[in-house]
């Protein structure tokens, strides 16, 4: 995760594109038992939440989001 700071850092100074994979979401998920993506399943929600709060306070931390002063203008879930 400390990786995604970085690259976005990056590109703010030079201009490269950013993607994912797994269709956004996190490897991991994949292989928790039992979980069922995308889907109002209590573990689902408890895991993308904790997951969720995690990024966004780090991207606060490195002062990525416009609002203070970084590149980043909206956030997607």
């Not at 039992?34 to 408890?46: C, D, F, H, K, N």
């Amino acid at each position: 995760m400390k990786d995604s700071c970085r690259l976005r850092k990056k590109k703010r100074r030079g201009g490269m594109s950013l993607w994912s994979s797994n269709s956004g979401l996190p490897v991991w998920l994949h292989n928790i038992p039992g979980i069922q993506l995308r889907t109002a399943s209590p573990l689902y929600v408890s895991e993308m939440k904790t997951f969720t709060t995690l990024i966004v306070d780090m991207m606060k931390r490195e002062t990525l989001f416009a609002s203070q002063g970084g590149p980043i203008i909206l956030s997607q879930v």
